[in-house]
């Protein structure tokens, strides 16, 4: 099946080239004609418009989406719909929220468009090696997409997640958590630069990535961030955040569960814009490293 892949971003192009490299038939489509271009290069097939990629490909279509969340996915659909036909699918892999998915399910059902929300994690790396995939939806689409997920993510790293929404909410849960588990390791690295001992903190976050309770890609990270300055002063402390973190406390609040460290670390977030330490940093830095996000550079 020839796969329609839109939306070539830091994150989309990665995972397209991955699709590329694995052997998939691919129409390519991007605002940005260089990306498509470039991706062109390496076996896809490019499409100047979502009007010639849907004329590319035949029934049952299958058109995975990787847009930036909100009015840019209902305009995608919006102009893909009247060129579908019954039985295609969709798959918005992007970080949707989850009720945004439930209602274009819904819409799209009623078209007899099949719809998959699929949320993605794994950073770039993980989008150009093997990504880590959560999917909600109709489980007979989903059984159906799945040779497709085990090509895109590494082993054990895809499954089902429930009904329609339920991807796009286990995806934003996760980066919640993540949320969490950086704002610890930013804690941490503070406290050890602020204790007299005078710690190499790129020797100890090498310590911790191998062995340790808390070793694992995140840490990996940190050491990767700490071998490129041991203060970490080529950024800020200011940190960003894209959504979902907001999200998630929303989401707890609705559901009267506690959580009270993602809540903190999100609040973390909002004081590093008005002040900052090494902890701001370090959860910078992280961000830079897995994401790609932006960072602002000290002054």
């Known amino acids: 099946m020839k796969i329609g892949f839109v939306g070539l971003g830091k994150m989309g192009f990665n995972m397209a080239q991955h699709l590329l490299e694995s052997g998939h038939d691919m129409v390519l489509f991007d605002l940005s004609a260089d990306a498509v271009a470039s991706l062109a290069d390496k076996g896809g097939v490019p499409a100047s418009s979502l009007q010639e990629l849907a004329g590319m490909l035949q029934s ?21 719909m009247p060129l579908l036909q019954p039985g295609d699918i969709i ?14 399910a819904a819409r799209l059902n009623d078209k007899g468009i099949r719809f998959l929300d699929a949320g993605t994690s794994g950073g770039l790396e993980g989008a150009r090696r093997g990504a880590c ?52 390791i930013g804690e941490g690295f503070d406290l050890l630069a602020s204790s007299g001992f005078d710690f190499n903190l790129e020797e100890v976050s090498r ?49 009267e569960v506690s959580i009270p460290v993602i809540a903190a670390s999100l609040f973390s977030r909002f004081r590093s814009r008005s002040e900052e330490n090494l902890s701001d940093r370090v959860v910078a830095a992280l961000r830079y490293e897995f994401g790609g996000h932006p960072f602002s550079a000290k002054p």
Not at 91 to 104: A, L
């Open 91 to 104: 798959i918005d892999g992007g970080n949707s929220h989850y009720t945004d998915s439930e209602q274009r």
């Open 133 to 184: 995939i959560m999917v909600g939806g109709d489980k007979s689409v989903y059984d159906l997409v799945e040779p497709l997920l085990k090509d895109m993510c590494v082993e054990n790293g895809y499954g089902y997640m429930g009904r329609s929404g339920a991807g796009h909410f286990a995806k934003m849960v996760h980066n919640g958590v993540e949320y969490g588990m950086m704002q610890a």
């Open 207 to 255: 310590v911790w990535a191998n062995g340790s309770v808390i070793r694992g890609w995140l840490m990996e990270l940190v050491v990767r961030a700490f071998q490129k300055d041991p203060g970490l002063n080529y950024l800020s402390g200011r940190i960003a955040d894209s959504g979902e973190g907001r999200w998630t406390v929303d989401a707890a609040l609705e559901h």
């Open 60 to 80: 049952p279509r299958l058109i995975w989406l990787m847009v930036p969340a909100g009015d840019p996915v209902d305009m995608t659909l919006d102009t893909l």
